[in-house]
């Protein structure tokens, strides 16, 4: 076949395909218009899971008339005017492309009207074939309506998930931008039903009612962090709360959701050692950095970023977290009522006026205002304990300023090894000889990797040389990765250089845990001296996580001043 320029339409649809992937993705550009429309006011329509309908309606500035056959097109957009302008964008959109991708996957109307204009106008397009604009009234704002989206792409519809599930996705989008935008007052209706309507304002744990119900939004914790021009806040699940998958988790970038491993990865190293293997936290974040500093230009659904200084961010998340986490990390309490310091406060809820003096968001920053004397924040160190015994063998039992407290022994013994040889390792790792050297050739790309870390690699235990073009050879391993194939040893060593970790940090943690686990810990029934019971609780005090064993599990219980008084009828009597 010789070479042809494609008509207009199949290059349009194969152009849709990068941005309309599925329902939400429709629904994740028209609110995005509305929103840098300055919308104060969102509602969505959804039928048929929104292969039948998806409509918009917006009240920001609207669409001049002679305007409208033209944000269909191709490349038309008012939010961008050269090239530079790529380098410092404040908008959501940019690319121009969304509605006219839209449109040639379906049949759009566009209403519209600008606040200076008598009356409206609209204008349909049919997959693709651009009718002609007709005045209409309408109030102000701009409404999109896609029926049959993927009418003329069979292809596409076969690859949509159940109903169920596009509507969830739909929902969950529309969920977390107004999270993000608790000002705008957002309604969506799926099928005829109202399935989130927020009041627009401005208070983001109401939002979090509607996202995850009202018993986790109030458990979760606030994060408020960064620098100036670097700032991170949200709400992060305590370490009581997981789920089995990692769907709980979404960032926004600038106010834009993105999909991004490395920073996944900052919030869950941000956990390490507090959660149950397997198990994620729930967590929405919001980045906020001057626009210079990402480039959002590098997908075309916008669900990807890059970062001018990636270390800087990622650092910035999992400290920011692991700070909130370490403040907030309860001893669990017998007591079932929520503990009040997490209880709502019931008018000025997340806002930050009213979050500083309430309760309901102890701040995680040390220069903010501390919390009112009546309830002092949960402690994040354990406070010194004095030791009352042993029972059963098993659990130390000792007092606090605030009630007693029963550790297991088991447990804490875990935490104060995993911590101690944490410590040792990182100064020193043992390293084991090869009997026979092994050469590995990586490729090119492996190859720039690992060439300026060879230096590096003997501090980690190996010992590696040049050995041709790409190709090296092995003399010596890590004791911790010697039970890998020596080329498998170092390319485990080079991922991590590539991820930016401190190399080897996770494969040997893995490894002391296990170990501690399985001998150096005291059981569960061996009886202590008093002189041991005593160290062992110093050595759990002076722990980095003393509330948590190595795989999550907790050290301690707290039975509080007040579970007992109530326990035993005191409170109240007087
Ligand atoms: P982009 O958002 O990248 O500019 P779109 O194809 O999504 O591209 O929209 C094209 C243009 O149409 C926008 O630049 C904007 O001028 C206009 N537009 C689209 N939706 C709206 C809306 N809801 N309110 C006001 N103007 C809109
Ligand atoms: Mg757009």
Not at 74 to 84: M, P, Q
């Given at each position: 076949m010789p070479i042809r320029i494609l008509p207009d339409e199949v290059a349009s649809q194969i152009a849709a395909g990068e941005v309309v992937e599925r329902p939400a993705s429709v629904v994740k550009e028209l609110i995005e218009n509305a929103l840098d429309a300055g919308a104060r006011q969102i509602r969505i329509r959804v039928q048929g899971a929104g292969q039948g309908l998806i409509e918009v309606t917006d009240d920001g500035h609207g669409i001049p008339a002679d305007e409208l056959p033209l944000a269909v097109m191709?490349?038309?957009?008012?939010?961008?005017?050269?090239?530079?302008?790529l380098f410092a964008i404040r908008t959501l959109g940019f690319r121009g492309e969304a509605l006219a991708s839209i449109a040639s996957v379906s049949r759009l109307t566009l209403t519209s009207r600008p606040a200076a204009a008598e009356v409206g106008a609209r204008l349909q397009v049919d997959g693709g074939r651009v009718g002609a604009v007709e005045p209409v009234g309408a109030p102000v704002g701009t409404q999109v309506r896609v029926e049959d989206l993927f009418y003329n792409v069979p292809a596409r519809r076969k690859f949509l998930k159940q109903p169920a599930t596009e509507r969830r996705q739909i929902d969950g989008l529309v969920t977390r931008y107004a999270l993000a935008y608790p000002q705008v007052r957002w309604q969506l209706e799926m099928e005829g039903r109202t399935v989130l309507h927020t009041s627009g304002n401005g208070k983001r744990r109401e939002v979090l009612a509607a996202l995850y119900g009202p018993d986790i939004a109030r458990q979760m914790l606030e994060v408020l962090a960064g620098e100036a021009d670097l700032r991170l806040s949200g709400f992060i699940s305590p370490t009581s709360l997981t789920r089995s998958n990692r769907q709980g988790i979404t960032f926004f970038v600038n106010g834009r959701p993105v999909q991004d491993a490395a920073l996944v990865r900052a919030l869950l190293q941000a956990y390490h050692t507090l959660l149950m293997v397997g198990r994620y936290p729930l967590a929405v974040l919001f980045l906020e950095m001057p626009?210079?500093?990402?480039?959002?230009?590098?997908?075309p659904a916008k669900a990807e970023v890059r970062f001018r200084d990636r270390d800087r961010v990622f650092r910035a998340v999992q400290r920011g977290v692991r700070r909130a986490l370490l403040a907030y990390t309860?001893?669990?309490?017998?007591?079932?009522?929520?503990s009040p310091a997490w209880q709502p406060a019931s008018p000025g809820w997340g806002d930050p006026a009213n979050e500083a003096a309430a309760p309901a968001a102890p701040p995680t920053?040390?220069?903010a205002p501390p919390p009112p004397p009546s309830q002092p924040p949960l402690p994040g160190k354990v406070p010194l304990l004095r030791l009352l015994g042993q029972a059963g063998g098993t659990y130390l039992v000792a007092e606090g300023p605030d009630g007693l407290y029963l550790i297991d022994q088991h447990a804490a013994h875990e935490r104060v090894l995993f911590e101690r040889l944490m410590a040792q390792a990182a100064a020193d790792i043992p390293s084991q000889r090869l009997l026979e050297p092994v050469s590995v050739t990586l490729s090119a790309a492996d190859a720039a990797l690992l060439e300026p870390q060879l230096e590096v690699l003997t501090r980690f235990g190996f010992e590696v040389e040049p050995f041709g073009p790409h190709t090296y050879r092995i003399r010596a391993v890590p004791t911790l990765l010697s039970h890998l194939p020596p080329a498998d040893a170092l390319r485990v060593l080079l991922e991590d250089f590539e991820e930016d970790e401190t190399p080897l940090q996770q494969e040997m943690e893995a490894r002391i845990i296990a170990r501690v686990c399985k001998r150096a810990a005291v059981k569960a029934g061996q009886v202590l001296s008093p002189a041991e019971q005593e160290q062992l609780l110093r050595d759990l005090e002076a722990c980095q996580s003393p509330r948590t064993c190595p795989h999550g599990r907790p050290t301690m219980i707290h039975l509080s001043v007040d579970l007992l008084e109530r326990q035993f009828g005191r409170k109240g009597a007087r």
């Open positions: 191709r490349h038309a957009t008012s939010k961008l005017s050269g090239a530079e302008d626009p210079e500093a990402v480039d959002v230009n590098v997908h309860p001893v669990p309490d017998l007591d079932d009522r929520p920053e040390s220069d």
